[in-house]
T-cell receptor, first 113, second 115 residues
Framework: GENVEQHPSTLSVQEGDSAVIKCTYS??????FPWYKQELGKGPQLIID?????GEKKDQRIAVTLNKTAKHFSLHITETQPEDSAVYFC????????????FGGGTRLMVKP | DAGVIQSPRHEVTEMGQEVTLRCKPI?????LFWYRQTMMRGLELLIY????????DSGMPEDRFSAKMPNASFSTLKIQPSEPRDSAVYFC?????????????FGPGTRLLVL
C-alpha cells in the first residue's frame, strides 16, 4: 500500500519568514495530493491540493509543488503569520483506491511573532 | 451546509463500557471515513463506506470496534468493550467523487477518554 513520509515533524519560524514542509510517497500510481491544516481542538481542514497533471499550484501565500519522478511534494508558506501556527498534514491517493487518503505524520508549525 | 457533524464532542467512560460515536456526513457525499488520531500513531483510517456499504475495514483495530452506516446521512462507530488504549480523537470525514473531487471534509472530532 501507499506510504507517505513527512518532514520536519516540527518547524519554528519567525513571523514574515517562509516555511517549507516536504513529503515523499511510495505509490507511483498516486495522483492526488492534498494538504490539510489542523488547529488545536479542530478537525483537519483542506488548504490546498494538487493533481499529478500539474507541477505547481499557488493560492495567495501558500503554494504546493510536485515532482512525480522523485515522488515528492512540498508545501510552501510565504510571509508567515502567527495564525499559520498549526499542524499540517500531507496526503496522497489514487482514484482507483476508492477515494482513500494516506496521511503523512504531520508537521507542527510554530510562527513566532 | 453545516459540514460534517459529530456527536458527542467529548466522551469520558470507564473501561468495559460501550461507546457509540455518531456522524452525519455532508449531504450528497457518497463516501464516509472514520479516522482515529493519537500522538503516537497520527491519523489512522479505520474504515470507509461508499454508498453506505463498507469498502475497507482493514484499519479497524480489533473485533471490539464496529461501524455501521444505515443510511446516507448517518453512521456510527461503536467500541464494546472500551479499553484505556482506545483513548483518542475520532474523526469522521465525507467526500464525493463526482467530478473527480476527492476532497475529504472532516468533522470536529470526538475526544474519547477511557478510564
Amino acid at each position: 500500500g501507499e506510504n507517505v513520509e513527512q518532514h520536519p515533524s516540527t518547524l519554528s519560524v519567525q513571523e514574515g519568514d517562509s516555511a517549507v514542509i516536504k513529503c515523499t510517497y511510495s505509490d507511483s500510481a498516486s495522483n492526488y495530493f492534498p494538504w490539510y491544516k489542523q488547529e488545536l481542538g479542530k478537525g483537519p481542514q483542506l488548504i490546498i491540493d494538487i493533481r499529478s497533471n500539474v507541477g505547481e499550484k499557488k493560492d495567495q501565500r501558500i503554494a504546493v509543488t510536485l515532482n512525480k519522478t522523485a515522488k515528492h511534494f512540498s508545501l510552501h508558506i510565504t510571509e508567515t503569520q502567527p495564525e499559520d501556527s498549526a499542524v499540517y498534514f500531507c496526503a496522497a491517493s489514487r482514484n482507483n483506491a476508492g477515494n482513500m487518503l494516506t496521511f503523512g505524520g504531520g508537521t507542527r508549525l510554530m510562527v513566532k511573532p | 451546509d453545516a459540514g460534517v457533524i459529530q456527536s458527542p464532542r467529548h466522551e469520558v467512560t470507564e473501561m468495559g463500557q460501550e461507546v457509540t460515536l455518531r456522524c452525519k456526513p455532508i449531504s450528497g457525499h457518497d463516501y464516509l471515513f472514520w479516522y482515529r488520531q493519537t500522538m503516537m500513531r497520527g491519523l489512522e483510517l479505520l474504515i470507509y463506506f461508499n454508498n453506505n456499504v463498507p469498502i475497507d475495514d482493514s484499519g479497524m483495530p480489533e473485533d471490539r470496534f464496529s461501524a455501521k452506516m444505515p443510511n446516507a446521512s448517518f453512521s456510527t462507530l461503536k467500541i464494546q468493550p472500551s479499553e484505556p488504549r482506545d483513548s483518542a480523537v475520532y474523526f469522521c470525514a465525507s467526500s464525493a467523487l463526482a467530478g473527480g473531487q476527492e476532497t475529504q471534509y472532516f468533522g470536529p472530532g470526538t475526544r474519547l477518554l477511557v478510564l
